[in-house]
Nanobody, 121 residues
Framework: QVQLVESGGGLVQPGGSLRLSCVASETILSFNAMGWYRQAPGKQRELVAALSSGGIINYADSVKGRFTLSRGNVESPLFLQMNSLKPEDTAVYYC???????????????WGQGTQVTVSS
């Protein structure tokens, strides 16, 4: 059972920056996708950025050019650098890892507990 722990959230003024980190309880050698989602009050959880197993990163249109997803190597945390933050970026941010079982082939989504990001003056 993979556990994901996020950190780095907080209160920041509009235009500011934050870097979120996601650390896994074990080395994730193979994954289908890893990324960040967010959920604002009264809204559905939405994709922010995701890294595919082929190394392609997809971003939500609303964060393109402002957010950067990165992961150094298989033992590195998953980072989300967020620049030029806007009030509409306010949400709980969740780390996600989608992993296929080598035995059954089933895909399982693992989630962190979330970290609050609040953008306000």
């Amino acid at each position: 059972q993979v556990q994901l722990v996020e950190s780095g959230g907080g209160l920041v003024q509009p235009g500011g920056s934050l870097r979120l980190s996601c650390v896994a309880s074990e080395t994730i050698l193979s994954f289908n996708a890893m990324g960040w989602y967010r959920q604002a009050p009264g809204k559905q959880r939405e994709l922010v950025a995701a890294l595919s197993s082929g190394g392609i990163i997809n971003y939500a249109d609303s964060v393109k050019g402002r957010f950067t997803l990165s992961r150094g190597n298989v033992e590195s945390p998953l980072f989300l650098q967020m620049n030029s933050l806007k009030p509409e970026d306010t949400a709980v941010y969740y780390c996600n890892a989608r992993i296929r079982s080598p035995s059954s082939g089933a895909l399982t989504d693992y989630w962190g507990q979330g970290t609050q990001v609040t953008v306000s003056s």
